[in-house]
Structures are given as C-alpha cells and as structure tokens.
T-cell receptor, first 115, second 113 residues
Framework: SAVISQKPSRDICQRGTSLTIQCQVD?????MFWYRQQPGQSLTLIAT?????????ESGFVIDKFPISRPNLTFSTLTVSNMSPEDSSIYLC????????????FGPGTRLTVL | DAKTTQPPSMDCAEGRAANLPCNHS???????VYWYRQIHSQGPQYIIH???NNETNEMASLIITEDRKSSTLILPHATLRDTAVYYC??????????????FGRGTQLTVWP
C-alpha cells in the first residue's frame, strides 16, 4: 500500500485567484492521478501526472486551467487557475502501484470552496 | 464514461450480509471488475477485483457470473462502518489506460443497527 498526504486539506478562495494543491507519497510510485469530486457527485478523472513530461488530460480538462507538475516519483501538484464558484469541489490525488492488482490508493482530498 | 449500472441505494442490517449488484453487460474480455468504496469525507478505498473467477479477501467476496455481464460484491457481516458509497468499475488492467479509473454513480449502502 501507499500513504498519501495532501496539502491543504481545505481552503476558501476568492474568484479569479489560483490555488496549488500538493500531493506527497511515502514511496516512489509509477502512476499518479488527479480527480475532482463536485458536490454530491462521483469522482471524475482530471489527468495523469507523468514524471518528467507533460500531464495527460482527460476530455474536458485543459492544462491552462489545471496545470500539473510531477518533479519526481513521490510528489505532484495540481493548480486550479482563475477559479470560479464552479470549481468548488474536492480534489483528490491517487497513486497506482506497479504489479499486484493495479489497485489505486487515494489521498484524503482537498476541499476547495470558491466564493 | 462509466460502463456499469448499480442501484443508487441499498440498506442492510448490521451483522447481515450485504450483497451489492453491478451490471456490466458490455465488458470486454480483457477488462477486470474492480470495487472501491468511499466513506463520507474520505478518499475512495480499494476493496477487491477479479477477471472471471470468484475472489475473496479479508474485506469482501466478489462473485462474477459466468458470462461476466454482472457481478455481486458481498460483505459477509456488515457493520456500521461499512456505510459508504460503493463503486463498481470495469477497466483493462494494463495498456494505455493503465491505472485510470472512471467512476459511475455507485451505490449508497446504509447499514442500520
């Protein structure tokens, strides 16, 4: 398994500003992902964070809005840019471990409220 | 794009078995069935996965029909702490989509005393 931490755990932000969310894993992992969970909804995959290269974004998500960094195998950041109230969500990172059943482990999430 | 259908809600008495169904009639031969759950205000937690054989671990059992078009997650002795949203997901275990999970709406399981 893997232990994942996220910072901040929650934040309240003003419209038009940006927030960077950090995800730290206690071991080196191959795969890291970012998800969004809007209020009362299921999880939606935003992108795959690739170490040493640009992230791979899912349909409906773009780099200008959600820039992602992955400088090494234990850390990634997601920035929510030029925020609007529609960006109010829980943002979660997850990691996949090579081998085994390819199950994923999720962080506790960052609860973002945009006013 | 979720490829599964689950009932939106179920309930179960504490101590009894909880049987959560999932339909995945368009599943491909190389796709696995995964189950995750999300307890309120927490990140999802992996439960179990399988390809075509029934599987059991310390948390649950997974029964997959012979035609693989449906499956059932069984929590043998449900407790109050099992109250959560349960997600059934089908995906290829490798390849270009390795690791990506596409969540549907899931089933809200409520275990009552």
């Amino acid at each position: 398994s893997a232990v994942i931490s996220q910072k901040p755990s929650r934040d309240i932000c003003q419209r038009g500003t940006s927030l960077t969310i950090q995800c730290q894993v206690d071991s080196q992992v191959t795969m890291m992902f970012w998800y969004r969970q809007q209020p009362g909804q299921s999880l939606t995959l935003i992108a795959t964070a690739n170490q040493g290269s640009e992230a791979t974004y899912e349909s409906g998500f773009v780099i200008d809005k959600f820039p992602i960094s992955r400088p090494n195998l234990t850390f990634s950041t997601l920035t929510v840019s030029n925020m609007s109230p529609e960006d109010s969500s829980i943002y979660l990172c997850s990691v996949g471990l090579a081998g085994g059943g390819n199950e994923q482990f999720f962080g506790p999430g960052t609860r973002l409220t945009v006013l | 794009d979720a490829k599964t259908t689950q009932p939106p809600s179920m309930d179960c008495a504490e101590g009894r078995a909880a049987n959560l169904p999932c339909n995945h009639s368009t599943i491909s031969g190389n796709e696995y069935v995964y189950w995750y759950r999300q307890i309120h205000s927490q990140g999802p937690q992996y439960i179990i996965h399988g390809l075509k054989n029934n599987e059991t671990n310390e948390m649950a059992s997974l029964i997959i029909t012979e035609d693989r078009k449906s499956s059932t997650l069984i929590l043998p002795h449900a407790t109050l702490r099992d109250t959560a949203v349960y997600y059934c997901i089908v995906r290829v275990a490798g390849g270009s989509t390795l690791g990506r999970l596409y969540f549907g709406r899931g089933t809200q399981l409520t275990v009552w005393p």
